[in-house]
């Protein structure tokens, strides 16, 4: 992993909304921008603004199915030292 990705992955970390989602979808491994919203308390649109900070440093997944999006983590690129951050209660 080079500098340039490592910058995106902490800057989305640094987050603490998108902290939150991250711990939610390695909760429920599959969720909604709706369910999203809904655990964290915050609007669709922020949510989707978050989601896609989160998209972007490749932490998530995303797959259509019909008018939904649903996001899980990216299992492949997800830097294994910070799943203890977000696997503890």
């Known amino acids: 992993m080079n500098d340039e990705?490592?910058?995106k992955i902490f800057k989305a970390v640094?987050?603490?909304r998108r902290f939150l989602i991250l711990k939610h979808l390695f909760r429920s491994k599959?969720?909604?921008v709706g369910?999203?919203?809904e655990l964290i308390h915050l609007s669709f649109k922020?949510?989707?603004?978050?989601l896609?900070?989160?998209l972007n440093a490749k932490l998530v997944?995303?797959?259509q199915l019909d008018l939904n999006r649903f996001y899980s983590?990216?299992?492949l690129y997800f830097p294994k030292e910070f799943i203890i951050f977000f696997t503890k209660p």
């Open 35 to 37: 369910q999203i919203s």
């Open 61 to 63: 997944n995303v797959k």
């Open 5 to 7: 990705n490592l910058v």
């Open 52 to 54: 896609a900070v989160l």
């Open 46 to 50: 922020s949510t989707s603004r978050h």
């Open 73 to 75: 983590i990216n299992n």
């Open 14 to 16: 640094s987050n603490e």
């Open 30 to 32: 599959e969720l909604t």
